[in-house]
């Protein structure tokens, strides 16, 4: 099971630094987590992540399932020795591409039945099931499987949604702890560490099951959850639901509600957030982690970050231009190319475009949060966070 220290705090905001340790090593927060849907972080290389600082990154649990199919994935003794990653890896449990695939989704006190996008097939998750794949994946993080919804939603949708994301949690979690003793019949391969009375992956590691927090966008449902969750008892808390259509200023209403709620000797992390600013402005709200898709997303469409706001590289404004994205970055991509060469590529749909954004957002995003390490140990949060948030300009 992992361990969770934390280091540093500032005096004047609930941003914090701290360790986590996991059997595939420590984990410096707060951190952005690459995700790797598919066992890949698109476009990248392992040694390129590596090269960027990637301390941990983020694999699809519904998406694997399907495409290699854990079969394959257990047979080659996990997703670390598939894909040749020896950092950390959390895994999701599929929630939210049921929220993102509802027409293809329908939801029971069981757990969640579904049609392949790839081929129609039928499949059923519950929350025992999604503990069993993330198990066999071998990831040192785990999330519950929950029910997130979107906005908006009513009172009586999101409670709905709460119960359900509570009784699901607290099957996984039966389910994950049964494994100390061996009492699970239906995954085994697994065995115990011998060294280590607590849950293990499949091949023997010890890992760890968050719990994720639901409630849409109530307060009052939020406090719910919470609680709720707490009394079961996870090692980590993620706050899910957010970053689902809602306004800005309400994510960052119910973040700030929901964070200072969950255990402070515990990681909190917030679910599929997001821009640069939001980070920054979680992390004074008391956030150690995240994870989104928008590095790499926003690089294949030749959208750039850099200290300044971000840009379009394929503005017609950089045809010429012989400057690097940002002359602030030591990238790879910064050293080595210029806007022109880069515009170049994108207009041509050229595949090292995609390789060469990827590598600058992933750069700036990785970059930004050890910036914000050094901000929080050094007593100097609050000047980075507003200096940070007024810097940021979209410009073309």
Known sequence: MLKFKVSQKCPDTRARTAVITTSHGEIKTPVFMPVGTLGSVKSVSVEELKDCE???????????????GYDVIKHLKGLHEFMNWDRPILTDSGG?????????????????????????????????????????LGSDIMMSLDWCIGHPATKNQSMEALKKTTAWAKRGLDFWRSQCSGSSESIPSISLSSQSPMPTSAYGLPNSLFGIVQGGMYRELRTISAEQLIELDFPGYAVGGLSVGEPTELMYEIADHTVPLLPYDKPRYVMGVGTPENLVKMVGMGVDMFDCVMPSRNARNGQLFTQQGTINISNSGFRLDAEPIDRSCDCYTCKNYSRAYLRHLYKSRELLSYRLNTIHNLHFYLNLMQQIRQAIEG?????????FCSSQQKFS
Request: charge should be neutral; hydrophobic fraction near 45%; charged fraction near 20%.
């Open 379 to 387: 007593c100097y949060f609050s000047e980075f966070k507003a200096a």
């Open 96 to 136: 939210f591409q049921f929220f993102s695939l509802a027409k293809l989704a329908k939801f029971t006190d069981e757990g969640v039945f579904f049609q392949s996008h790839i081929d129609g097939s039928a499949h059923k998750f519950t929350p025992e099931k999604a503990v069993e794949i993330q198990t066999i």
């Open 54 to 68: 990637a301390q941990i990154i983020l694999g699809n649990t519904y998406h694997l399932y399907l495409r290699p």
